[in-house]
């Protein structure tokens, strides 16, 4: 419990110091939107150009990664359907819901974990680039072709086939694909100017994170049961945040064990790799994306706050229960 601890710990005490920073009026009324733009826009972007530039590309061909990304497309798919037919969820916001319910925190979570529990972070690092290469773009296709503060974006064929030159995250992703394939070497100039903004994008995200758990923008509870987002009005009741938290700490960790033990018959320190990896929290991203595409946040942010709590007792038992048997 310790070792899992110390990897929640930076989660909490940097979401505390945004939440603390919007009580106490510190950075202005503006400042979630500014910091989640420059994360959007600036550091995530630099960040993903990294991490991708300097991956093999070819980790995706592991077995270990078929019973992650079944138990990723399940939940995933889940928490979209749920979200359109039992929470009235438009197709944008249901893509939130989706990400919510699958989309794992890989990076600040996922690597402490990996490297107290595993001993190293060498799948965590393939999950991260499952999910900036192949569920990202999903996600952020879905929002694109979705709506913007209620208005459709519209555009079709051309909007689509332009996303990658519009959207930085995914531009990033793209460019650092064509680096690794090449082979090329950055100008030593460039690459820690890529390291440092990619190293704000943790950090700043959790600090707006934080920022929006306090009454601003977006951000207002109308009491114990439902919390309102002030940009759209959308009430994200109890029943959709436990279906989101549910598919993603319970679910899907489950559909990953069935499918790495008893259908891949997996080594059992593998299978314990991808099970843990697959009972990680909810990214920030989800809530992120949400802000930037002036999307209901409060769905987003209820379940990376709750998925994380949850996660503390789920990820302890599955390193309880797996790491036993290895």
Not at 197 to 216: D, K, N, Q, R, Y
Request: contains cysteine; proline residues 5%.
């Amino acid at each position: 419990m310790p070792a899992l601890l110390s990897g929640f710990a930076p989660i909490w005490i940097l979401t505390a110091i945004g939440y603390a920073a919007a009580r106490g009026g510190l950075l202005g009324e503006q400042a979630e939107s500014v910091l989640g733009r420059f994360v959007f826009h600036v550091a995530m972007p630099a960040a993903l150009f990294t991490m991708v530039s300097g991956s093999r590309l070819d980790a995706f061909a592991h077995p270990s990664m078929v019973a992650f990304a079944a138990g990723t497309v399940l939940v995933s798919t889940s928490g979209y359907v749920a979200g359109r037919r039992f929470f009235g969820r438009k197709r944008a916001e249901a893509s939130i819901s989706g990400m919510a319910s699958g989309y794992v925190n890989s990076a600040n979570l996922g690597i402490p974990v990996a490297v107290h529990v595993l001993g190293d972070a060498s799948f965590v690092a393939q999950v991260i680039l499952f999910q900036v290469l192949l569920v990202s773009p999903v996600v952020l296709t879905l929002l694109d072709s979705g709506a913007r503060g209620g208005r459709p974006l519209g555009g079709g064929l051309r909007r689509m086939l332009t996303m990658p030159v519009r959207n930085p995250v995914i531009m990033a992703s793209l460019l650092g694909v064509a680096v690794s394939a090449s082979g090329l070497r950055l100008p030593a100039a460039v690459a820690h100017s890529c390291d440092a903004l990619g190293a704000a994008a943790v950090p700043t995200a959790l600090i707006a994170l934080g920022l929006s758990l306090h009454g601003g923008p977006g951000g207002g509870r109308r009491d114990g049961a439902e919390e309102a987002d002030g940009g759209t009005g959308r009430v994200t009741g109890r029943a959709e945040v436990g279906v989101a938290v549910a598919l993603k700490t319970l679910v899907q960790p489950a559909v990953a064990y069935v499918v790495a033990g008893p259908l891949l018959h997996l080594p059992d320190h593998q299978v314990l790799a991808v099970v843990l990896c697959s009972a990680l929290p909810t990214a920030q991203n989800a809530y992120l994306y949400a802000r930037e595409y002036e999307l209901d946040t409060g769905l987003a942010r209820t379940c990376v706050v709750a998925s994380t709590v949850v996660s503390m007792v789920t990820l302890s038992f599955a390193a309880w229960a797996l790491g036993a048997s290895g």
